[in-house]
C-alpha cells in the first residue's frame, strides 16, 4: 500500500515548456486535491476533483489544467511553463464520505523549477 | 470566507522547553482544524484534528491542541520540546464540506536548540 505517489519528484523547465505532474492513489480515494507550496504563503489550492471524470477550479488555478480519467489518478498539466509557478506541488487524497471530514493523505511532494 | 494566521514564521525553543504554536482561524460557521508538520523535503502529516468533539485534542508525539471558540484560536503545544520536533507546522481549516479543501496558514518553523 504506497498511499499517494507523484512523479517526478524534481523538475527543471525552461520558460515556455510544457510538462505533466501524475499523481495516484492506491486508497481507493474519491477526492483528490492538488495545491502548491510557496515560501510565506502555506499550502494553496489550486485544482480539486470529488471523482472520477469531473474536476474544479481552485483559489489559484491560473496556467494549471487538470485531468482525473480514472480513479487512482490526478493529472496536473502546465501547458506553457512560467517562472511564477517555480514551488513545490502536493497532491492529496481523501475518502469523500458524507458527513464530516475525511483525512487528506499527501504525497512527497515535486519540485519544480521554471527558469 | 474561511482563512487562517498563524503568528510567528519562526519560533525556537531550547530542549526539554514548552513549544507554543499560535492560530487563530476565521469562520462563518463551526469549523474543523487540524495541524500538519513536515519535515524537511518531505510531505505533509497530520497531527491532530478538531471535528467538533472534545476541545483539547490530542495528536501524535506529544502534541495537544485546544479549540477556543471566544478566542477564534487553535494554538498547538508540546510540554517538552524534543530536537526531533524541528520542522514546519500549518494550521488548516476547512468549512466547505463540498469539496472539503484546506486553508493553509502560511506556516510556522521550529528550530529546537540544544
Known amino acids: 500500500n504506497a498511499g499517494v505517489t507523484q512523479t517526478p519528484k524534481f523538475r527543471v523547465l525552461k520558460t515556455g515548456q510544457s510538462m505533466t505532474l501524475l499523481c495516484a492513489q492506491d486508497?481507493?480515494?474519491?477526492?483528490m486535491y492538488w495545491y502548491r507550496q510557496d515560501p510565506g504563503m502555506g499550502l494553496r489550492l489550486i485544482h480539486y476533483s470529488v471523482g472520477e471524470g469531473t474536476t474544479a477550479k481552485g483559489e489559484v488555478p491560473d496556467g494549471y489544467n487538470v485531468s482525473r480519467l480514472k480513479k487512482q489518478n490526478f493529472l496536473l498539466g502546465l501547458e506553457s511553463a512560467a517562472p511564477s509557478q517555480t514551488s513545490v506541488y502536493f497532491c492529496a487524497s481523501s475518502k469523500g464520505l458524507a458527513g464530516g471530514y475525511n483525512e487528506q493523505f499527501f504525497g512527497p511532494g515535486t519540485r519544480l523549477t521554471v527558469l | 470566507a474561511q482563512s487562517v494566521t498563524q503568528l510567528g514564521s519562526h519560533v525556537s525553543v531550547s530542549e526539554g522547553a514548552l513549544v507554543l504554536l499560535r492560530c487563530n482561524y476565521s469562520s462563518s460557521v463551526p469549523p474543523y482544524l487540524f495541524w500538519y508538520v513536515q519535515y524537511p523535503n518531505q510531505g505533509l502529516q497530520l497531527l491532530l484534528k478538531?471535528?467538533?468533539?472534545?476541545?483539547l485534542v490530542k495528536g501524535i508525539n506529544g502534541f495537544e491542541a485546544e479549540f477556543k471558540k471566544s478566542e477564534t484560536s487553535f494554538h498547538l503545544t508540546k510540554p517538552s520540546a524534543h530536537m526531533s520536533d524541528a520542522a514546519e507546522y500549518f494550521c488548516?481549516?476547512?468549512?466547505?464540506?463540498?469539496?472539503?479543501?484546506?486553508?493553509f496558514g502560511s506556516g510556522t518553523r521550529l528550530q529546537v536548540q540544544p
Open positions: 488548516a481549516v476547512t468549512m466547505d464540506t463540498g469539496r472539503r479543501a484546506l486553508t
Open positions: 486508497m481507493n480515494h474519491e477526492y
Open positions: 478538531y471535528t467538533s468533539a472534545a476541545t
